[in-house]
Nanobody
Framework: QVQLVESGGGLVQPGGSLRLSCAAS????????MGWFRQAPGKEREFVAR????????TYADSVKGRFTISRDNVKNTVYLQMNSLKPEDTAVYRC????????????????WGQGTQVTVSS
């Protein structure tokens, strides 16, 4: 079992930055690929970013490419999402997930999920 807890969300103005953290307990994260997903009210859950087991490969949704950066520290058992140049359309609950599935953009590829942290981008 892996327990995931996100933190770092909040209210930020357009153009601002936030860094989300996802801390794991129960098992080491080094044997899992990690993903970030988000869900806005009335919308489906959306893939944001994914990082490989070792951290040498990362993939992003087109909507966040060039603005968001995913990283991981397997010693600290933590994954991060650095979000820059935030836009109002980035407003959502952000959840991290751990998994070994092949389809990195699909929620079904992830076995463990955190509860989420709210990110609100508004002036």
């Amino acid at each position: 079992q892996v327990q995931l807890v996100e933190s770092g969300g909040g209210l930020v103005q357009p153009g601002g930055s936030l860094r989300l953290s996802c801390a794991a307990s129960g098992r080491t994260l080094s044997s899992y690929a990690m993903g970030w997903f988000r869900q806005a009210p009335g919308k489906e859950r959306e893939f944001v970013a994914r990082i490989s087991f070792s951290g040498d490969t990362s993939t992003y949704a087109d909507s966040v490419k060039g603005r968001f950066t995913i990283s991981r520290d397997n010693v600290k058992n933590t994954v991060y999402l650095q979000m820059n140049s935030l836009k109002p359309e980035d407003t959502a609950v952000y959840r991290c997930a751990a998994g070994r599935g092949f389809l990195y953009y699909s929620p079904s590829s992830y076995s463990y999920w955190g509860q989420g942290t709210q990110v609100t981008v508004s002036s």
